[in-house]
């Protein structure tokens, strides 16, 4: 997969260098090119933002600089176009959907605003060029999209063919398409057996598969319960089996 990234700020994506994205890099499963956007800017102070026609606090970013990078980066008339990504807290939601959609693509753009956001024009010329997405990554404000940005890209870059070490770890975690679906995941431990008065559940320790599997399960739907009910509400029901609904009426399931 191959990232282009807009920002006024590249300092702030150094962190893809490291951690799960560096390594993709080095493995050749990702590139990431940072583009400074003030290089497409004409005015001697490079400036990019201006005030809100409409008046309101803060200021906006000029369509202008932006036109000219998409020019640059995606020609018109120019074969497969990338996805153009627009974090931002007006989009549709960042899921783990949303993430494995956006692996299966070879291109992606972002294009990360400041301030009040981006001229809204620029979004809809866009569009006349690539498909677009406009992305939240939560309800919730960050100063710009480029902390967004390095959330979406580590959602999405660990599900890349080739990266992850051990797939099936993917299938298990929170909110994972997975066995436990639609649940939070459950508890872990290592060594030490014990570690400050506090003992490793026994029941992990037995060696007794089918009770591992069946402790996992209750401790999802429990810690799933008390802290993501809104999860238990679009839960399929039917799949749950008669000590699954003892678990959660010891929870205060109502719905169980
Ligand atoms: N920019 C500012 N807040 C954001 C959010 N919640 N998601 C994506 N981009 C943003």
Redesign the pocket.
Known sequence: MHIDVITIFPDYLAPLDLSLSGKAQGAGVLEVTVHDLRQWTRNRHRTVDDTPYGGGAGMVMRPEPWGEALDALVPLGGSSPPTMLV???T?RP?TQSLAEELAQVTRLLIAC?RYEGIDARVVEHARSRMPVLE???????????E??ALVIIEAVVRLLPGFMGNPGSLDEESHGTGEGQGLLEYPTYTKPVTWRGLDVPAVLLSGHHAQVTRWRREQSLRRTARVRPDLLATYDVASLDPRDREVLAEEGWPGS
Do not use: C, E, M, N
Request: hydrophobic fraction near 35%; aromatic fraction near 6%; proline fraction near 11%.
């Open positions: 974090p931002t807290p989009g960042l605003g992305v939240s990554i939560g309800d919730y404000v960050v100063t710009g999209g902390v967004a």
